[in-house]
T-cell receptor, first 110, second 117 residues
Framework: GESVGLHLPTLSVQEGDNSIINCAYS??????FIWYKQESGKGPQFIID?????DKRQGQRVTVLLNKTVKHLSLQIAATQPGDSAVYFC?????????FGTGTSLTVIP | GAVVSQHPSWVICKSGTSVKIECRSL??????MFWYRQFPKQSLMLMAT?????????EQGVEKDKFLINHASLTLSTLTVTSAHPEDSSFYIC?????????????FGQGTRLTVV
């Protein structure tokens, strides 16, 4: 079946380094993607989104890259801070619904 | 931005009882809301789509009689876990679309942690 998945379940980075979180999707018809951050015991928080007619979108310290050829999405966090420690999900919009990938747990080492 | 509020944040109930979780859109109307379930260290799994004024649409494998959804107004959807059992213990999260456009984000509630003992 079609799915949205992440390559790495856990990622540890040193404070100040850049982080890269990856996501693969298989539904070529998907045209809108969002990265969410979820802290323990809380609901997901919007980080950044990207439409399929774009390859790259930048926010504050975050960049999302979309490669439609290989159906791959990545989230780059610059100068990672301890407050960035959380689980990150990519979500794929199908119709009016969002379907989430497996998630990557990011740990920032002080 | 838009706010979605869930209540309660945490509930412990006895096996066999029913628990109701509320999801409210605080500053916007939501004709559609979504209910997710999340087990520890796992992703969010879409359970059902709640439609104002009509029946909810359930994902495959989700028991309709177990998870009752009511969307009585444009700002409130409720999920009732009926005859709860320990295996129903989970984190339940609701969301509402931020708008009618195709490329609009979903806003999420803070989640409800259900523990059935």
């Amino acid at each position: 079946g079609e799915s949205v998945g992440l390559h790495l379940p856990t990622l540890s980075v040193q404070e100040g380094d850049n982080s890269i979180i990856n996501c693969a999707y298989s539904n070529s018809a998907s045209d809108y993607f969002i990265w969410y951050k979820q802290e323990s015991g809380k609901g997901p928080q919007f980080i950044i989104d990207i439409r399929s007619n774009m390859d790259k979108r930048q926010g504050q310290r975050v960049t999302v890259l979309l490669n439609k050829t290989v159906k791959h999405l990545s989230l780059q966090i610059a100068a990672t801070q301890p407050g960035d420690s959380a689980v990150y999900f990519c979500a794929e919009k199908r119709g009016n619904q969002f379907y989430f990938g497996t998630g990557t747990s990011l740990t920032v080492i002080p | 931005g838009a706010v979605v509020s869930q209540h309660p944040s945490w509930v412990i109930c006895k096996s066999g009882t029913s628990v109701k979780i509320e999801c409210r859109s605080l500053d916007f109307q939501a004709t559609t809301m979504f209910w997710y379930r999340q087990f520890p260290k796992q992703s969010l799994m879409l359970m059902a789509t709640s439609n104002e004024g009509s029946k909810a649409t359930y994902e495959q494998g989700v028991e309709k009689d177990k998870f009752l959804i009511n969307h009585a107004s444009l700002t409130l959807s409720t999920l009732t876990v009926t005859s709860a059992h320990p295996e129903d213990s989970s984190f339940y999260i609701c969301s509402a679309p931020g708008g009618q456009g195709r490329n609009t984000e979903a806003f999420f509630g803070q989640g409800t942690r259900l523990t059935v003992v």
